[in-house]
């Protein structure tokens, strides 16, 4: 079941805009999700839909079930989205918001919200307290599941850097992790730092093979100077940074989201285990990055 609490049409379910969609639950980590997500739909003219899932669990079982509780349920996620609501439009006065109240599984219903949603943007944990609880099933699930970016919000993401960081690899997926990285830089302004982190393969019966160092970091530096050459010549606007380097992916990662506002990362897509689709690298920066980061599907 689905109501929009404000009454108005849900944009993007009409011809309308597609929303930037956030999921709240009353904890901190929402608020700054709420936080993030209005300022981003602002810069991108996009409407804001704020969605609280009610998830019943245990309580649908008879036996355990006491009449008052479903009703105590979804009275309080009314108020969790009124809260947000307020939150929003004191974050952005003239943003479009609407809100829904669901009933359902969160994974489930998420990712149904993700068929006409421009992103989908969660905060890192809930209120449980476990971090790598939510990562490892919500967060990571939708991540792995959904066609639209998905935006993990995680503590200390509201300070200004002023800098986007994409990871760029010479696969695919990374494609579109660099389409929605260069239009975060032009919606803010900033400059867009594209790292690269590679090394040396090691083969387990040769190990003594030697490589003309030389020659792999030009090989390197000319992937990502392609890789780049199209988006520069369509977004000239878009500072670029090019950041090279030998090192773990992650790390590098990581490193890079100390200076940044967003941190976007590609993914491989839709499969049956969340984790496993997202790849080590995408799980890697989801867990241990310093600032919000982005999960595009290739």
């Given at each position: 079941m689905s109501s929009n609490d404000t009454g108005r049409p849900?944009?993007?379910?009409?011809?309308?805009?597609?929303?930037?969609?956030v999921a709240v639950d009353g904890s901190p980590?929402?608020?700054?999700?709420?936080?993030?997500?209005?300022?981003?739909?602002?810069?991108?003219?996009?409407?804001?839909?704020?969605?609280?899932?009610v998830e019943r669990g245990p309580y649908d079982i008879p036996r355990f079930s006491a009449p008052e509780w479903p009703g105590?349920?979804?009275?309080?996620?009314?108020?969790?989205?009124?809260?947000?609501?307020?939150?929003?439009r004191a974050r952005q006065p003239t943003l479009e918001v609407t809100t829904e109240l669901i009933e359902g599984s969160r994974t489930r219903s998420l990712c149904e919200q993700a068929a006409d949603a421009a992103q989908i943007v969660l905060g890192s944990r809930g209120l449980g307290?476990?971090?790598?609880?939510?990562?490892?099933?919500?967060?990571?699930?939708?991540?792995?599941?959904?066609?639209?970016?998905?935006?993990?919000?995680?503590?200390?993401?509201?300070?200004?850097?002023?800098?986007?960081?994409?990871?760029?690899?010479?696969?695919p997926q990374s494609d579109p992790a660099l389409a929605y990285a260069f239009e975060q830089a032009k919606?803010?302004?900033c400059p867009l730092r594209a790292v690269h982190a590679w090394q040396l393969p090691v083969h387990a019966f040769a190990p003594d093979v030697t490589y003309d160092m030389d020659e792999v970091r030009r090989y390197q530096d000319r992937m990502v100077r392609e890789k780049l050459t199209a988006w520069r010549e369509k977004l000239p606007e878009v500072q670029v940074i090019e950041d090279v380097s030998s090192a773990h992916p992650v790390d590098a990662l990581v490193e890079a989201s100390a200076d940044a506002d967003l941190v976007v990362v590609g993914s491989r897509g839709m499969g049956t285990i969340g984790s496993a689709i997202l790849g080590s690298v995408s799980r890697g920066?989801?867990?241990h990055a310093r600032c919000p980061v982005a999960v595009v599907r290739a």
């Open positions: 849900v944009p993007g379910a009409a011809g309308g805009s597609a929303p930037v969609i980590d929402a608020a700054r999700a709420v936080r993030w997500a209005a300022d981003d739909a602002f810069r991108r003219r996009l409407p804001l839909r704020l969605v609280h899932v105590t349920l979804v009275v309080s996620g009314r108020r969790v989205l009124e809260e947000a609501e307020n939150q929003a307290g476990f971090t790598s609880a939510l990562l490892g099933s919500v967060s990571t699930y939708v991540a792995g599941h959904v066609r639209c970016p998905v935006v993990v919000v995680r503590p200390g993401g509201e300070e200004h850097r002023r800098e986007v960081v994409v990871g760029v690899d010479d696969s919606a803010r302004g920066v989801l867990h």
